[in-house]
């Protein structure tokens, strides 16, 4: 004689934890971790969250925001001491955009995302109070300062999407030595100009590059009146 199952109550069921946006970022992080930024979609949380995509959009409310909020999450892994830099508050700045860019090249998908995504968090907002703290210290004026941290931040995340893409993606290695071998390949007479700077065209570290164009950067921020704004 065959037993008869008896039916498992919903009642009796352990119940699923309370949605949360914290749940859905943390578990959007875990996912990019693990398969890349391309997997990070609302259906894709919503199947590993046992959940209905329509549930999701009461937090995030759409792929740009969540992966907005994944690079804020991100974000709280940069050092805003600037410990590496001593008591010079360039060289403190210079150590937190290092620490910056080094996060956004360990995800070279997020870097590429970061030169769209607009993060509003708690650790983007730590970033930028941090950068025109340190900014502010070089006496330039607050219009300089405030549109100074932005363009440091477009620059190291553009620096941090183009090496990053570099170094893990075989393709682009291959576009990049297209590229080197047409420079070189250039005529004298046609292109003067790109034989008077070669080598140094294609020339120089990654780091030196990065230090160089920090100090670009910093030196004309502080010296580089805003338009329409009386000193």
């Known amino acids: 004689m065959t037993t008869r199952r008896e039916p498992i109550s919903r009642r009796e069921r352990p119940a699923k ?8 970022v943390d578990t959007a992080v875990r996912i990019m971790r693990a ?23 009461v937090y995030i409310a759409n792929t740009a925001e969540l992966h907005a909020a994944v690079l804020d999450s991100l974000l709280g892994e940069v050092d805003l001491t600037g410990r ?20 956004l090249f360990e995800h070279p998908q997020l870097a590429r995302a970061a030169l769209v995504a607009r993060p509003s968090g708690e650790n983007y907002l730590r970033l930028v109070e941090r950068i025109l703290d340190l900014l502010s210290q070089s006496g330039a004026g607050r219009e300089q300062v405030a549109w100074g941290a932005d363009k440091l931040l477009q620059d190291a995340t553009a620096t941090a999407a183009e090496h990053s893409t570099r ?28 034989t008077a700077h070669m080598p140094s065209l294609i020339g120089g570290s990654v780091p030196d590059r990065i230090r160089w164009s920090f100090d670009v950067l910093v030196n004309g921020i502080t010296r580089t009146p805003v338009p329409g704004v009386v000193a």
């Open 84 to 103: 590496d830099g001593g008591e010079d508050w360039r060289e403190q700045l210079r150590a937190v955009m290092a620490s910056y860019t080094r996060v």
């Open 167 to 194: 170094e893990h993606d075989p393709a682009s290695e291959g576009d990049w030595n297209a590229t080197v071998r047409a420079l070189h390949a250039v005529d004298a007479a046609t292109h003067p100009a790109i």
């Open 35 to 57: 398969e890349g930024l391309g997997k990070v979609t609302m259906r894709r949380l919503a199947q590993e969250l046992d959940t209905g995509p329509a549930s999701l959009y």
């Open 17 to 24: 934890p309370a949605l949360s946006r914290r749940w859905i």
